[in-house]
Nanobody, 124 residues
């Protein structure tokens, strides 16, 4: 099991940027595939971005591709989500997730540990 703590959420205007961070402790971080999901009020939790164990492979939802970037530092046990050109529809609670799949899955069921979430609100 790995414990995940997100930080960096907040309120920004449309067009702005935010950087979310996820600090991991417990299980060997470098053995985990990491991902960010988000959930808006009244909607299902959805995949945003993911990164494999080494950091060599990433995947993004179509809605954020080209605007968001994901990175990890296996020495510091952190995974970050850089969000640029933010839109009101990016408003959601963002969750960090860890899984053991060797590929970057877009399905929440592939991830077994979750953080508590951090609120991101984009004003128009």
């Amino acid at each position: 099991q790995v414990q995940l703590v997100e930080s960096g959420g907040g309120l920004v205007q449309a067009g702005g940027s935010l950087r979310l961070s996820c600090d991991a402790s417990g299980r060997t971080f470098s053995s985990m595939t990491m991902a960010w999901f988000r959930q808006a009020p009244g909607k299902e939790r959805e995949f945003v971005a993911g990164i494999n164990r080494s950091g060599a492979t990433t995947n993004f939802a179509d809605s954020v591709r080209g605007r968001f970037a994901i990175s990890r530092d296996n020495a510091k046990n952190t995974v970050d989500l850089q969000m640029n050109s933010l839109k009101p529809e990016d408003t959601a609670v963002y969750y960090c997730a860890a899984g053991l799949a060797w590929y970057v899955s877009i399905w929440a069921s592939s991830y077994h540990d979750w953080g508590q979430g951090t609120q991101v609100t984009i004003s128009s």
